[in-house]
């Protein structure tokens, strides 16, 4: 499989360190607000990723932090925490605030059909773990204490910059503008691995102790720490949003490397914005949308996948309305072919199976996925392939077997039409065979008044009906 490495800046063979096994990371939420469709937007394309893989033949093993402790309105270690400003603002414990954004982040991706991790790990529970590495970084010689924190020396770590090509001098410009700054702090790229419950900190709710006293770990070291634990010194793939890439990727790799000197990650794999009006769709800028808000517009979870399916992960992406519509169109399109499907495959004895037809399309579609995940080009094999002269069970074979990348759910629609449809249906196609066609038209009408629509059909000569969802 090919694929394009933030590292290298390249499209790259991807094979695992140890084949057929990936080590596979990806940046979890920070629960402090309910998740929006922006982030769904990076998780779906790592799912379609982690089942593309699977698809291949490779075995996966996936891990997710849940940020639930200590993390900045700043990627930086600028700002206030923001599980404590979620608290403030619905007057719950902290604790109460990761726990229910937690289960809202949980709901909203098993609605989307995103594979669960194998293993979901909060950082409110490996406190030890970082502390651990935090001591390994502090006896190489790799941090300095002040009142307030202990900080990681980037100028230290000699490879600092290269994931997103920044210099350090750069950097250091950039960050000139911090609303906060520890005056103790040496170099203003340097960042927090522990912060202790002093100053602006005095009141944090959430703390633990440790060799540099009460407090609580900066935001980055969680990853380390738990890629670590659960896949070892050196991961095959991490994933996370572009945005992670200058601040929160770079200083993972830093401290990792820095401790382990071993590479920490093989593939760095980014996911672009999904965007609103050309602005990221963000919680602090208040332009996002939850599935529940979409729900009152009538579009359901699984449209919203499709509509991700129709944009490759690597370019921007700007939500409106009118798309999200379109792909709510498309995918209740989709169903009905499906159903249409399912019906003539019932009905129609199988014609000869055109085998060579068939592998053209696993081979084309198989080609489309390894290139680097290119998904809107698979879905147009796929709705080639659907329109396709193929018999309906050769092309329903192969619509279960791709869905296995694309999660849309699609062998579940063989229950979507009920019994008494289907038997209101059956009468009223005898009633047209006897040429009973009023009887018959207010049956067709019934049906409407149900929901469904009856759609006649002449295959070989002979009448049929489909059933669509209106
Ligand atoms: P956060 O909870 O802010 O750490 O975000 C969780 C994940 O969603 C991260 O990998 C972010 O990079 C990603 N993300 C946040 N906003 C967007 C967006 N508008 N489009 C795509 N991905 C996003
Ligand atoms: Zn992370």
Redesign the pocket.
Known sequence: MKLYNTLTKKIEEFTPLNPPNVAFY??????YDY??I??????INNDLLKRTLKYLGFKVKHVMNI?DVG?LTGDDDRGEDKMEKGAKKTGKTVWEVAQFYTDFFLKTIKKLNIEYPDILCPATKHINEMINLIKILEKKGFTYETKEAVYFDVKKYKKYGALSNQKLEEKIKGAREEVYIDKDKKNPADFALWFKRVGRFADHTMHWDSPWGDGFPGWHIECSAMSMKYLGETVDIH??????IPV?HENEIAQSEAATEKTFVRFWF??????VDNQ????SLGN?YTLDDLKKHNIEPLAIRYLFLQSHYRSI?NFTWQSAKAAQEAFKNLVNKIIELKQEEKKLSLSKTDNKKIEDYKEKFKKAISNDLQIPEALSIFWSLIKSDLTPSAKLNLIYDFDQVFGLKLWEINHLIPEEIIKLANKRLILRQQKKFAEADSIRKEIKKKGYLIEDKIINNTLFYTIKKI
């Open positions: 990806s940046c979890g939420p920070t629960v998740t929006h922006g982030h769904m937007r990076t998780y940020t993390h994933a996370g949003g572009v945005d992670h929160h980014h996911n672009n914005f999904l965007m990221k769709m963000s919680k996002f992406m």
